[in-house]
């Protein structure tokens, strides 16, 4: 496998259904990894931006950067690494967070029109992505092209999360417990979808990891915000700190092993 995430075309003779997926098995432990993991991309994006002052842009820029090294490094793996992909997704959901705060609060645009952007943008990289490959289900992410539209789509969704979260509680004046509620609400209704109807099981995957983003958008925002904004006004550098302890006792602790193979 070649290490650069340009070189999307490599593995375009290679029979997908031969090639282990590098993602993980979409069980219970990953679901609750994942919502540690979107909980502490708000916590660790607003300490950097916020708590250390560094404003929305430079911060953007600081988790790009480490965005795109976890990116490589995934791409050229081999194989399912699970503290690779958790690390690469921690590293999407901040970016995700301070990205999408500089779109809504810096550039003026409001969270309205950022969600409205955002979902647009997601919707596109997932139809392109069905175009290209004819499939959107996770157990086919196994080549660089796969990758590429995958990563692309969880940072879309990561970015639109947080957009979503602020708009539930701030524009909507729901507040971070009653966002929570809605979006609990919102993904026990996926999970009821996935067991008792016949709804595509991608289409619901996508939508519930949609749904984990802003669930986890205004868990952080509850943790940290002041308490006279319905906040518990806890440390962001502590709150931060305790999600990714619990994420490495997650990962060690809860079943992890690469998708099953696409059919």
Same mark, same amino acid.
């Given at each position: 496998?070649?290490?650069?995430?340009?070189?999307?075309?490599s593995y375009?003779?290679? +029979?997908?259904?031969?090639? &282990?997926?590098?993602?993980?098995?979409?069980?219970?432990?990953? /679901?609750?990894?994942?919502?540690?993991?979107?909980?502490?991309?708000?916590?660790?994006? +607003?300490?950097?931006?916020?708590?250390?002052?560094?404003?929305?842009? $430079?911060s953007?820029?600081?988790?790009?950067?480490?965005?795109?090294? #976890?990116?490589? *490094?995934q $791409?050229s793996?081999?194989?399912?690494?699970?503290?690779?992909?958790?690390? %690469? &997704?921690?590293?999407? %959901?901040?970016?995700?967070?301070?990205?999408?705060?500089?779109?809504?609060?810096?550039?003026?645009?409001?969270?309205?029109? @950022?969600?409205? &952007?955002?979902?647009?943008?997601?919707?596109?990289?997932?139809?392109v992505?069905?175009?290209? !490959?004819?499939?959107? +289900?996770?157990s086919?992410v196994?080549?660089?092209?796969?990758?590429?539209?995958? /990563?692309?789509?969880?940072?879309?969704?990561?970015?639109?999360?947080?957009?979503?979260g602020?708009?539930?509680?701030? %524009? #909507?004046?729901? @507040?971070?417990l009653?966002?929570?509620?809605?979006?609990? @609400?919102?993904?026990?209704? $996926?999970?009821?979808?996935y067991?008792?109807?016949?709804? =595509?099981? %991608?289409?619901?995957? /996508?939508?519930?990891?949609?749904?984990t983003?802003?669930?986890? #958008?205004?868990?952080?925002?509850?943790?940290?915000?002041?308490? *006279?904004? @319905?906040?518990?006004?806890?440390?962001?550098y =502590? *709150?931060?700190? #305790?999600? !990714?302890?619990?994420?490495?006792?997650?990962?060690? !602790?809860?079943?992890?092993? *690469?998708?099953?193979?696409?059919?």
């Open positions: 496998m070649r290490s650069s995430i340009l070189n999307l075309d375009d003779s290679v +029979d997908v259904r031969k090639v &282990i997926s590098k993602v993980p098995a979409v069980t219970l432990g990953f /679901w609750i990894i994942k919502i540690l993991a979107t909980t502490l991309g708000e916590t660790g994006g +607003d300490a950097v931006s916020m708590s250390m002052n560094l404003g929305y842009l $430079v953007t820029a600081i988790f790009a950067c480490l965005f795109i090294a #976890a990116i490589r *490094a $791409v793996a081999k194989k399912f690494h699970p503290f690779l992909y958790w690390t %690469t &997704i921690i590293a999407s %959901t901040t970016v995700g967070t301070t990205l999408a705060d500089f779109v809504d609060r810096s550039l003026g645009i409001g969270y309205t029109g @950022g969600s409205t &952007i955002l979902f647009a943008l997601l919707i596109g990289s997932l139809f992505w069905y175009r290209s !490959l004819g499939t959107i +289900d996770v086919s196994s080549s660089p092209k796969s990758e590429f539209f995958y /990563w692309l789509s969880i940072t879309f969704s990561q970015t639109l999360g947080t957009a979503l602020d708009w539930t509680a701030d %524009t #909507a004046g729901r @507040g971070y009653g966002g929570a509620v809605i979006f609990s @609400g919102l993904l026990l209704i $996926v999970m009821l979808a067991f008792y109807t016949k709804i =595509s099981h %991608t289409v619901l995957f /996508w939508a519930a990891f949609i749904l983003r802003p669930l986890g #958008a205004v868990v952080g925002d509850f943790l940290d915000k002041p308490v *006279a904004k @319905g906040g518990l006004e806890l440390s962001r =502590s *709150a931060t700190a #305790a999600l !990714l302890v619990l994420i490495v006792i997650g990962i060690l !602790l809860l079943p992890q092993r *690469a998708a099953r193979k696409a059919h």
